[in-house]
């Protein structure tokens, strides 16, 4: 059973920096690609950052040389370091493994921009 807990939100004003984390619970972390996800009010969840088991990455065009997503193996967690932020990034953040999904998400971390 895969349990992922993130934590990191909460409220920063435009341009300033959070570091979320995911803690990942179960077997086998170093083999799954992992991604950070987001879902603001009245939209879909979308795709933000991707880590392979390699530490290829890949980002969604709105957060390129904003955020960056790292993992640690050791610790089965991985870490989105988002900096410069905006209002538009204002949405609930989750991980979960790439490409495919595990059946159950975290409760995800709740990221509001704000001055």
């Known amino acids: 059973q895969v349990q992922l807990v993130e934590s990191g939100g909460g409220l920063v004003q435009p341009g300033g920096s959070l570091r979320l984390s995911c803690v990942f619970s179960g077997s086998g972390f170093s083999l799954y690609a992992m991604g950070w996800f987001r879902q603001a009010p009245g939209l879909q969840r979308e795709l933000v950052a991707s880590?392979?088991?390699?530490?290829?990455?890949f980002y969604t065009n709105s957060v390129k040389d904003r955020f960056t997503i790292s993992r640690d193996n050791a610790k089965t967690t991985v870490y989105l370091q988002m900096n410069a932020l905006k209002p538009e990034d204002t949405a609930v953040y989750y991980c979960?493994?790439?490409?495919?999904?595990?059946?159950?998400w975290g409760q995800g971390t709740q990221v509001t921009v704000s001055s």
């Open positions: 880590i392979g088991t390699y530490g290829g990455t």
């Open positions: 979960n493994r790439r490409p495919t999904a595990f059946d159950s």
